[in-house]
């Protein structure tokens, strides 16, 4: 269990936090991070996401995706055959996890949590 001082603030911070994609560190660390319960989306600052995005690209490297332009995302890729559903981007992408405390404590995001399928309608 992680202990976190409370303190007036009107966020919960448990402290920086290191940026990890997979396995490998994205070289972000003392990352400041609020949780919010109110809100449905993880936003990172510019060096985070640039990290973040630059990880997955390494990653993809040699996967059958292609990076494609899409009107409605900054990035977006395509496999051979459409995603169905967020379950087939476990086997392409990686989690993001976010190390807190020197690695004592972490939270760990599944792509299925942070990948968006978007249909293109004709």
């Given at each position: 269990?992680?202990f976190?001082?409370?303190?007036?603030?009107?966020h919960?911070?448990p402290?920086?936090?290191?940026?990890?994609?997979g396995?490998?560190?994205?070289?972000?660390?003392?990352?400041?991070?609020i949780?919010d319960?109110?809100s449905?989306?993880?936003?990172?600052n510019?060096?985070?996401?640039?990290?973040?995005i630059?990880s997955?690209?390494?990653?993809?490297n040699?996967?059958?995706l292609?990076?494609?332009d899409d009107?409605?995302?900054?990035?977006?890729?395509?496999?051979?055959?459409p995603?169905?559903s967020?379950?087939?981007?476990k086997?392409?992408f990686?989690p993001?996890?976010?190390n807190?405390?020197?690695k004592?404590?972490?939270?760990?995001i599944?792509?299925?949590?942070?990948m968006?399928?978007?249909?293109?309608?004709?």
């Amino acid at each position: 269990m992680q202990f976190s001082y409370f303190s007036t603030s009107k966020h919960y911070s448990p402290g920086p936090a290191e940026l990890v994609y997979g396995t490998k560190s994205t070289s972000v660390k003392g990352l400041i991070t609020i949780f919010d319960s109110g809100s449905s989306y993880t936003y990172f600052n510019l060096q985070a996401y640039q990290a973040f995005i630059s990880s997955i690209r390494k990653d993809l490297n040699g996967k059958p995706l292609k990076a494609v332009d899409d009107e409605t995302l900054p990035v977006c890729w395509k496999g051979k055959k459409p995603f169905k559903s967020l379950q087939d981007v476990k086997k392409y992408f990686s989690p993001v996890i976010l190390n807190f405390n020197g690695k004592k404590a972490k939270l760990v995001i599944p792509p299925e949590a942070y990948m968006i399928i978007t249909v293109r309608i004709a």
